[in-house]
């Protein structure tokens, strides 16, 4: 089946700091999503991009799907962006994701 | 608007024993999932159903069945508990094909003795 892997698998930061998140995939997908999960458990749904750029306030995606990866940029970091990112992919009909193993977030004030 | 609603959110079992995790959403979504997280793996798709009427196995779905009862609803039944099964379940929706963004109930911790 299709591998997901992200990196770095932890990362620790100052406020105010930028950061790059970046997941690999092993085939071609059709589907692919980015998610963060606060330290409460929740996950939440940031972008949807098999493919192009998106940008929502502070944070952006790019997805280069003939190359098999997706960046996940983060700027000017807030100790709210906490948490764990996930990256999510789906090569079939019905929306079937297969998840990474995350990115755990960590910004200090 | 509740979204996707997961009951119970925590609940102990010993091993051997029957339970239901019940997901309910109010979004008119046509697909829905039931998956697993454990610590350092990720989420883990367990069973899945694209359509009423419709279930499919996930990566992991040995010891586990669903049923989806209508197209709100969709359960995820084990019937003789493990200690591998300790986990915390997400149950999720979407839209459909076309329209795939997933949206995740808040979690269900499940802990087997």
């Known amino acids: 089946g299709i591998q997901v892997e992200q990196s770095p698998p932890d990362l620790i930061l100052q406020e105010g700091a930028n950061s790059t998140l970046r997941c690999n995939f092993s085939d071609s997908v059709n589907n692919l999503q980015w998610f963060h999960q606060n330290p409460w458990g929740q996950l939440i749904n940031l972008f949807y991009i098999p493919s192009g750029t998106k940008q929502n306030g502070r944070l952006s995606a790019t997805t280069v799907a003939t190359e098999r990866y997706s960046l996940l940029y983060i700027s000017s970091s807030q100790t709210t962006d906490s948490g764990v990112y996930f990256c999510a992919v789906g090569y079939a009909q019905g929306g079937k994701l297969i998840f990474g193993q995350g990115t755990e977030l960590s910004v200090k004030p | 608007n509740a979204g996707v609603t997961q009951t119970p959110k925590f609940q102990v079992l010993k091993t051997g024993q029957s339970m239901t995790l019940q997901c309910a959403q109010d979004?008119?979504?046509?697909?829905m999932y039931w998956y697993r997280q454990d610590p350092g793996m990720g989420l883990r798709l367990i069973y899945y159903s694209a359509s009423e009427g419709t279930t499919d196995k996930g990566e992991v779905p040995n010891g586990y069945n669903v049923s989806r009862l209508n197209k709100r609803e969709f359960s995820l039944r084990l019937e003789s508990a493990a200690p591998s099964q300790t986990s915390v379940y997400f149950c999720a929706s979407n839209p459909g094909a076309g329209a795939n963004v997933l949206t995740f109930g808040a979690g269900s911790r499940l802990t087997v003795l």
């Open positions: 979004m008119n979504h046509n697909s």
